[in-house]
């Protein structure tokens, strides 16, 4: 049991458009992370939200945005796809971090 | 800011054989280390975790890393591997203090050959 749950599982987008991936974290779990994993690489940190406050960003463009909400879920909203955001989308929650962090299996987001 | 290297991007060995999967890292403030395991199209699972105190740390699997300061180095290690322990294996750091985000190497294919 991982409890977190990422919806969808697989997604295929055209280049241009907009995407929203959803997370559900488990209960308690007021820190809430996505991380971007390209084929053949480690994951990369987009950004953290801490109860619904942005409070840490990895280097990627504005158009890489994201919201929490206060039932422990997020979303990750991409707009202007572009070919080389095709990766696997990982949400990753915690309640402090001597417990390290819970995963999710991920959305792998296709763009063409 | 954090770095971590995974000196092996593949290591193929033989069944019940042991195994060491090296991880270096770099940092200037002190740091919390961790190894994840990710199955073909699954997420990241977490197989141990040092924070403080000792420094041989065990984990699920029968998996256990030592963290070597003076090294900087945070190898993982088993005896004896099966054919279910074919995988890719993350190391990953993150600064202490709080919830930081995760720095993660390139990461190792481990592969098990019968």
């Known amino acids: 049991e991982t409890g977190v749950t990422q919806s969808p599982t697989h997604l295929i987008k055209t280049r241009g458009q907009q995407v929203t991936l959803r997370c559900s974290s488990q209960?308690?779990?007021?820190?809430v992370s996505w991380y971007q994993q390209a084929l053949g690489q480690g994951p990369q940190f987009i950004f953290q939200?801490?109860?619904?406050?942005?409070?840490g960003r990895g280097n990627f463009p504005p158009r890489f945005s994201g919201l929490q909400f206060p039932n422990y879920s997020s979303e990750l909203n991409v707009n202007a796809l572009e070919l080389d955001d095709s990766a696997l989308y990982l949400c990753?929650?915690?309640?402090?971090?001597?417990?390290?962090?819970?995963f999710g299996s991920g959305t792998r987001l296709t763009v063409v | 800011a954090q770095s971590v290297t995974q000196l092996d991007s593949q290591v193929p060995v033989f069944e019940e054989a042991p195994v060491e999967l090296r991880c270096n890292y770099s940092?200037?403030?002190?740091?919390?280390l961790f190894w994840y395991v990710q199955y073909p199209n699954q997420g990241l699972q977490l197989l141990l975790k040092?924070?403080?105190?000792?420094?041989l740390v065990k984990g699920i699997n029968g998996f256990e890393a030592e963290f070597n300061k003076s090294q900087t180095s945070f190898h993982l290690r088993k005896p004896s591997v099966h054919i279910s322990d074919t995988a890719e294996y993350f190391c990953?750091?993150?600064?202490?203090?709080?919830?930081?985000?995760?720095?993660f190497g390139q990461g190792t294919r481990l592969t098990i050959n019968p």
């Open positions: 209960s308690g779990h007021n820190t």
């Open positions: 990953a750091v993150t600064r202490r203090g709080g919830a930081q985000k995760l720095v």
């Open positions: 940092s200037s403030v002190s740091v919390y």
């Open positions: 990753a929650s915690t309640i402090g971090l001597g417990d390290g962090y819970t």
């Open positions: 939200y801490y109860r619904e406050e942005e409070n």
């Open positions: 040092y924070l403080s105190g000792s420094t």
